[in-house]
């Protein structure tokens, strides 16, 4: 399998995902059509977050996630690393047709996380 879009320079920045923060994103721009199958992100946590779901929707202009997931896949949060350094996870998705010059958002979301 082929990497297709990747991001992993200055890899040392963190957003949280308590309180109020329930749903993050990265968005990217398909650079050819293909099927994605799988994400890898590098994470770490703190607590007992349970299962994140990790998905795939389509983005504005401005790279915000639009609309519902495309695809998705989850992973067991309390299974991370609690090591603030992280590690790479990578997370299964059912397999989805992106479309080459069109936006999208990596969704990251644990289970008690907004839809």
């Not at 047709?97 to 990596?106: D, E, F, M, P, R």
């Amino acid at each position: 399998m082929a990497i297709k879009e990747y991001f992993n320079t200055g890899d040392n920045d963190a957003v949280s995902m308590s309180g109020s923060t329930r749903l993050c994103s990265q968005g990217f721009l398909a650079g050819s059509n293909y099927d994605i199958t799988s994400v890898k992100l590098k994470l770490y946590v703190s607590g007992t977050p349970g299962t994140i779901t990790v998905s795939i929707r389509a983005a504005n202009t401005v790279y915000v996630p639009t609309g519902g997931d495309l695809t998705s896949g989850t992973t067991n949060g309390n299974t991370l690393t609690t090591d603030a350094g992280g590690e790479w996870r990578e997370i299964s998705l059912t397999s989805y047709s992106l479309t080459g010059g069109n936006k999208y958002a990596i969704i990251v979301r644990p289970a008690a996380g907004i839809l």
